[in-house]
């Protein structure tokens, strides 16, 4: 069965290069989440998609992040000019919407900025 | 600050030992989640509690709510080398989870 999907797997970027990283949800999942997890951090929630609803941007760091949501479906997470600090694995999480919010996890993005 | 304080930090044990990592909060939480998660993977969900004082057994796995709905505890009986893995714990109150930053649990063969 289709799990979620992100790539790439693993980035590389020079300081100051803006990314792209992408996630594909479950088929029929509306809800869609960004996750950043640095070393000895739990997971540090970015932003959240629901179906046509606003997104809730609250996590997202900096104004450098910013996260569209096609069709319902594929997102992608863009972030500009990137830092140092930005390196970490970056995971996508989908989930059936209501109810207990039980979300299922891709694999993650390890980005790295030298 | 974490929402979610998790203990032990890390866990080194050998193969048939018994461990319990602990999830603790000063918030309420609606549920509270736990996840495995392995090198180069996502988190997998392993269990949803939902009541105070829920109790759920999933095979050696064991996990607790507390009474107050603020923390959570997961036991292990007679560990094998494949419960190795990062455990987090979760806390949801609407669709935002908060993560605390894991027990990392090695077992020894």
């Known amino acids: 069965g289709a799990g979620v999907s992100q790539s790439p797997s693993n980035k590389v970027t020079e300081k100051g290069k803006d990314v792209e990283l992408r996630c594909d949800p479950i088929?029929?999942?509306?809800?869609l989440y960004w996750y950043r997890q640095s070393l000895g951090q739990g997971l540090e929630f970015l932003i959240y998609f629901q179906g046509n609803s606003a997104p809730d941007k609250s996590g997202l760091p900096s104004d450098r992040f910013s996260a569209e949501r096609t069709g319902g479906s594929v997102s992608t997470l863009t972030i500009q000019r990137t830092q140092q600090e930005d390196s970490a694995v970056y995971l996508c999480?989908?989930?059936?919407?209501?109810?207990?919010?039980?979300?299922?996890f891709g694999p993650g993005t390890r980005l790295t900025v030298t | 600050t974490q929402l979610l304080e998790q203990s032990p930090q890390f866990l080194s044990i050998q193969e048939g030992e018994n461990l319990t990592v602990y999830c603790n909060s000063s918030s309420v939480f609606s549920s509270l989640q736990w996840y495995r998660q392995e090198p180069g993977e996502g988190p997998v969900l392993l269990v949803t509690?939902?009541?105070?004082?829920e109790v759920k057994k999933l095979k050696r796995l064991t996990f607790q709510f507390g009474d107050a709905r603020k923390d959570s505890s997961l036991h292990i009986t007679a560990a094998q080398p494949g419960d190795t893995g990062l455990y987090l714990c979760?806390?949801?109150?609407?669709?935002?989870?908060?993560f605390g930053a894991g027990t990392t649990v090695t077992v020894r063969a």
């Open positions: 979760a806390g949801a109150n609407d669709y935002k989870l908060s």
């Open positions: 088929s029929g999942h509306t809800a």
């Open positions: 509690v939902v009541t105070g004082g």
């Open positions: 999480a989908s989930s059936l919407t209501t109810g207990r919010y039980e979300q299922y």
